[in-house]
């Protein structure tokens, strides 16, 4: 299935018309494919930063899949990015679980009376990593004075960042779980 997909996408690189946002809607199509086919349950695998970092390879090899025919090639390079991406995203995953579970003692640890609340926080935290007060109201069923106060205690923790260096209608980041998809954290 994943050479059917890389064979895919190169026929649509070379057929699509447009020239503004062929790349990007190429590349989405490779996870679309795979997950249409079963091959993945998630739209979890994304090549556009391999094709990135290997950017003159591939379109040179694109190239000469266009003019020589040479999939073979082409078709080496792509399996090649799918395994690092698939390997990244792996490894990615597991710095997730292990750094899920410190922050949960963390949490559990250090907030006392807080701790139920703030476990129900951090949950929601990996869904929606960029939150306000009335944010983490909501999620922790708290009134926004005590959802202040709690993120407070998870500034001081070190699990959220203040961004936008305001007093009020402050945004706030879970920095450490943000830092795990930079390009420097890879």
């Known amino acids: 299935m994943l050479i059917k997909v890389g064979i895919e996408h190169a026929h ?5 018309p447009f020239l503004d946002g062929n790349g990007r809607v190429g590349r989405l199509l490779i996870t679309f494919l795979l997950v249409e086919n079963g091959v993945l349950t998630r739209p979890l695998l994304y090549l556009s930063h391999f094709f990135k970092e290997h950017r003159q390879t591939y379109y040179d090899l694109l190239q000469a899949v266009r003019d020589e025919g040479a ?28 750094m899920r579970e410190e ?4 949490v559990t640890g250090n907030l006392g009376r807080a701790t139920g609340r703030a476990l129900t926080v951090l949950e929601g935290l990996y869904f929606r990593p960029i939150v306000n007060v009335n ?7 708290l009134s926004f004075a005590r959802a202040n106060a709690l993120v407070g205690e998870l500034e001081r923790l070190g699990l959220l960042r203040e961004m936008t260096g305001r007093r009020r209608n402050r945004v ?3 920095e450490p779980y943000m830092s795990l998809f930079s390009e420097d954290s890879r």
């Open 71 to 98: 999939w073979e090639v082409w078709l080496k390079f792509f399996l090649r990015g799918v395994a690092e991406v698939a390997a990244e995203a792996t490894d990615t995953a597991r710095r997730i679980v292990a």
């Open 135 to 141: 944010t983490v109201a909501q999620i922790s069923s």
């Open 172 to 174: 706030f980041s879970y």
């Open 12 to 16: 649509f690189e070379t057929i699509h």
């Open 103 to 106: 922050h949960r003692a963390l």
